[in-house]
């Protein structure tokens, strides 16, 4: 089992920036790769980022591509990321994710892990 514990959410307005940390623990050596998600009301969690827990390749939606930053600690055994240039449209509640098997994938259930999210709101 892994625990995932996200914080750094919040309030801001259009343009700010937000980190989002996400500390893993228990047999975090099972990870292969950490991906945020978020989910918007209504809408359907879908993938942000994406970084191996080894190795250097990340992963984008476009909609976030140039904005937000995917970064790890494997020392501190925590994820971020780094939002910038927020916009309303990324209003969700962030959640992050482990995948313990190789390959690259953005389906959501393929993720073994689940944090229990937090919100980020973003006021125009």
């Known amino acids: 089992q892994v625990q995932l514990v996200e914080s750094g959410g919040g309030l801001v307005q259009a343009g700010d920036s937000l980190r989002l940390s996400c500390a893993a623990s228990?047999?975090?050596?099972?990870?292969?790769?950490m991906g945020w998600f978020r989910q918007a009301p209504g809408k359907e969690r879908e993938i942000v980022a994406r970084i191996l827990w080894s190795g250097e390749s990340t992963y984008y939606a476009d909609s976030v591509k140039g904005r937000f930053t995917i970064s790890r600690d494997n020392v501190k055994n925590t994820v971020y990321l780094q939002m910038n240039s927020l916009k309303p449209e990324d209003t969700a509640v962030y959640y992050c994710a482990v995948r313990k098997s190789p390959g690259f994938t953005v389906v959501v259930r393929a993720y073994d892990y689940w944090g229990q999210g937090t919100q980020v709101t973003v006021s125009s």
């Open positions: 228990g047999r975090t050596f099972s990870m292969y790769a």
